[in-house]
């Protein structure tokens, strides 16, 4: 097993004791952000949040660039590595889906993977046994390198496969295939129709909510998207495509209106988030666009703010994170989380901690765990308003951070400048403004000047030049 090294940021984890006016001691923690690193070369190729001991926490599974599979559990003030593995006979791992696939109530894995000689490119059963997945077999050859369907698609309680071809235009379709329970092997049922150029993406879609799964494909690099009505007995019938201006590469589906049926978001690149709505006719409407284009990399739909609508977290290859906070009707609200990543590939939603509030895993190499994440976003024109320029001078991470009595923020800027230091909160109001000179290499700000919460500083010269930074008071 390889040694994980697994360390906390310095704004992730603090411990405060103290006593109350009783006498009563009463211990607090507050973290933001705790990082997972790999051995250097080795990067996250897909992760999951997985209830691994039905304890209510979620553990966190990633399958890395070497092959290798790690879980990882909060112990209440650190992340153990819990469970490993590494796949001798795979040069690499393509991606995973969580599913039940056994139905014994655990959730097991299905992995993807490109290996070396037989069976070469393949898809394997990972079977959970509690604290940890065991290889269990192969099910298929010539499986997908992108997102594949595990779902009930015949009504008979038991995950069914449907995959996208190998290769993208290769001139396949979706490829079916049912669960032997008996034997947990899976039987090819044949493929979908009308597809041309070889469906990359598969996700379940619920069309029109008859009790029967339907699907949603795209393909990746002609950028067409299609849904498939399911007519009962493995037969599909298409009911809807789209052809998008650029490349596909990510496609999400959720029940963003609440009304039963599900709508789904596909991310072109270099382009904004297209939102489809379900007409319950087997037809979609784009309806909204975000404001912000990128080279998306993932999506994912999760309730984050607790609010029983589903909203929708998306991240761009160059690092982003927004969030599409939903507003009902359709409308979202677009926030994003102030991320310094140039890289990030997968993310995944999940309670880590077990508190209830929704935590998020991204990053390539380290993984960043954020609990509580919806405490650190802020509405995107705050934040592009806060960022400005940051040509010619320099501002440092305050220091300690997060910090109790005292922070200290040092300054770097030409001597023939002159500014401001000005406090954020989240919702961007400002709190305070400290002026800075051409001689001043820093400022001290007490304990007692702000209240417990998050903030941003920004140092903005007289000529408009301006860098923000993050801290957190506790």
Not at 109 to 122: C, E, F
Not at 251 to 265: H, K, P, R, Y
Not at 282 to 296: C, L, Q, R, V, Y
Request: aromatic share 16%.
């Amino acid at each position: 097993m390889m040694q994980k090294h697994i360390f906390l940021k310095a704004i992730a984890l603090v411990w405060i004791f103290f006593q109350i006016l009783s006498g009563n001691a009463q211990q607090f923690k507050s973290f933001s952000e705790v990082d997972i690193i790999f051995e250097a070369g080795e990067h996250v190729i897909d992760v999951k949040a997985i209830d691994l001991n039905s304890d209510g926490a979620d553990e966190i599974v990633i399958n890395t660039s070497w092959s290798n599979f790690y879980a990882y559990r909060w112990y209440g003030d650190h992340f153990e590595e819990i469970w490993s593995f590494h796949q001798g006979f795979a040069y690499n791992a393509y991606g995973m889906q969580a599913a039940d696939f056994d139905n014994d109530g655990r959730t097991d894995l299905l992995v993807s993977w490109n290996g070396w000689g037989t069976p070469g490119r393949y898809l394997s059963f990972f079977k959970n046994f509690g604290d940890i997945f065991v290889d269990q077999g192969y099910l298929i050859q010539y499986c997908p390198d992108q997102p594949f369907c595990a779902h009930d698609l015949d009504g008979d309680s038991f995950t069914d496969l449907a995959t996208g071809s190998v290769y993208s235009n290769s001139g396949y379709s979706i490829q079916l295939y049912k669960q032997d329970s008996l034997n947990q092997t899976v039987q090819y049922m044949g493929l979908l129709p009308k597809a041309s150029n070889g469906s990359n993406f598969v996700k379940p879609l619920n069309i029109d909510d008859d009790g029967k799964m339907d699907i949603l494909g795209a393909e990746l690099y002609s950028g067409i998207l299609y849904a498939y009505k399911n007519k009962g007995g493995f037969n599909f019938e298409q009911t809807f495509s789209y052809q998008f201006s650029n490349r596909i590469y990510t496609i999400e589906s959720a029940e963003f209106t609440g009304n039963g049926l599900q709508d789904f978001v596909a991310g072109e690149y270099e382009s904004r988030l297209q939102f489809f709505n379900n007409e319950g006719n087997g037809n979609f409407s784009p309806i909204f666009w975000s404001s912000a284009e990128g080279k998306w990399s993932d999506t994912k739909a999760a309730d984050i703010n607790s609010d029983g609508l589903v909203d929708l977290i998306a991240q761009t290859y160059e690092g982003n994170i927004y969030l599409y906070k939903n507003l009902g009707d359709f409308n979202f609200e677009e926030m994003i989380y102030p991320n310094n990543d140039t890289v990030c590939y997968k993310l995944v939603s999940g309670d880590f901690d077990g508190n209830g509030n929704v935590d998020l895993v991204y990053g390539v190499n380290p993984a960043h765990v954020v609990f509580d994440v919806m405490d650190f976003f802020i509405p995107v024109s705050v934040y592009e308003e806060m960022i400005g320029k940051s040509e010619g001078l320099a501002i440092s991470q305050n220091f300690p951070n997060p910090y109790i009595d005292f922070t200290i923020i040092e300054v770097e800027m030409n001597h023939n400048k002159t500014g401001e230091i000005t406090i954020f909160d989240q919702t961007g109001k400002i709190l305070f403004n400290y002026p800075v000179f051409p001689n001043m290499i820093s400022i001290k700000i007490q304990g007692e000047t702000l209240k417990q919460g998050i903030y941003f500083y920004r140092l903005k010269t007289d000529n408009g030049e301006s860098v923000t930074k993050k801290m957190i008071k506790l």
